[in-house]
């Protein structure tokens, strides 16, 4: 009988659970009105989200698999040998894919994301194709303190592709960096996506693709809210808004109350005047430089960086010092 070998390993990093309604509630209760980009991603929303990647105006995600592409074996040989590479928001961990082919003798592979189930499904299809990859799937709001487990590489190299770095405001930016460095401890690593500050159009036809998809993406949020929360928003008195914000270097989403109007969220009422909008996201754009300066402060060297041939997206190395 062929004994099949077990490499794929299942951890608590943290519970991760947060008060949805009381959070929600602050944010509609504050001036201005926003909620947080993490509710987006219901079902219905991250399957919004993957479209949206598939669209022509928007970018960031074929264009860092083209630098992945091109650049893997340079990324390998920066990750090293000797490393565990953990994976901050790993989702399906269809990126990291592109460096493994570059890595056969990688022992060590943590992915941690807050969706349990997708992260043990996820993990467990990667631990099939990769049997001599020793697979820790830790389930944890990486944002947070969690727990690792406990690793036998000696180095430890944080994979965070996407872009994802943008949606932290400056001061959540510092902090997430900071946190990170210490977990790595010095020589450790940072493979990171960030993506680049470019021609205005370019940007806000990302946020604004023609067959509506990010509108959607956007709306699908009141959706979630009315569902688990028992809101009565109507959908078709929002719109959609998305636009580059050149002082501030970022693009900022939107919805916007199309006429004055209450909405009961629980026991709670909302009152919107005409015009008024939920800051539902930032995503903030930098150059190579504004980067490396902010990554220097929070205790890393950078190493490398790999861009397109139109520098439209950035992936960086970067050393705990």
Request: some cysteine; charged content about 30%; hydrophobic content about 35%.
């Amino acid at each position: 009988m062929k004994t099949v070998k077990q490499n794929v390993h299942y951890h608590i990093g943290n519970e991760n659970e947060t008060d949805m309604y009381s959070e929600i509630l602050n944010g509609l209760k504050s001036m201005p009105k926003s909620i947080s980009p993490k509710y987006f991603y219901d079902k219905k929303g991250s399957e919004l989200f993957e479209a949206i990647t598939m669209l022509r105006e928007y970018y960031p995600t074929r264009t860092e698999l083209f630098i992945l592409n091109t650049y893997k074996y340079e990324m390998a040989d920066a990750v090293g040998t000797d490393s565990a590479l953990i994976e901050f928001g790993s989702g399906s961990s269809e990126k990291v894919r592109t460096l493994l082919e570059a890595m056969p003798d990688l022992k060590e592979y943590v992915p941690i994301d807050i969706s349990k189930d997708f992260l043990y499904q996820s993990a467990r299809a990667l631990s099939i194709e990769y049997p001599d990859l020793n697979v820790h799937a830790v389930s944890a709001d990486y944002t947070a303190e969690f727990e690792m487990p406990k690793l036998d590489s000696k180095r430890k190299v944080v994979f965070f592709p996407g872009s994802t770095i943008g949606n932290f405001e400056p001061h959540e930016m510092g902090k997430f960096l900071k946190q990170t460095a210490e977990l790595l401890r010095p020589g450790g690593g940072l493979l990171i996506g960030v993506d680049l500050k470019k021609d205005h159009a370019v940007l806000n036809a990302a946020y604004n693709d023609k067959k509506g998809i990010t509108r959607d993406f956007n709306k699908n949020l009141l959706n979630r809210l009315n569902r688990e929360l028992l809101a009565n928003f109507k959908l078709e008195e929002f719109s959609h808004h998305a636009f580059y914000h050149a002082e501030k270097g970022r693009v900022e989403m939107h919805l916007v109350s199309l006429k004055d109007q209450v909405i009961t969220i629980g026991n709670e009422e909302i009152a919107f005047q005409e015009g008024e909008t939920i800051h539902t996201e930032n995503s903030y754009k930098f150059t190579i430089e504004e980067f490396h300066e902010i990554a220097s402060f929070c205790g890393f060297t950078p190493k490398k960086v790999w861009c397109d041939e139109k520098r439209w997206f950035s992936m960086h190395f970067l050393e705990v010092r």
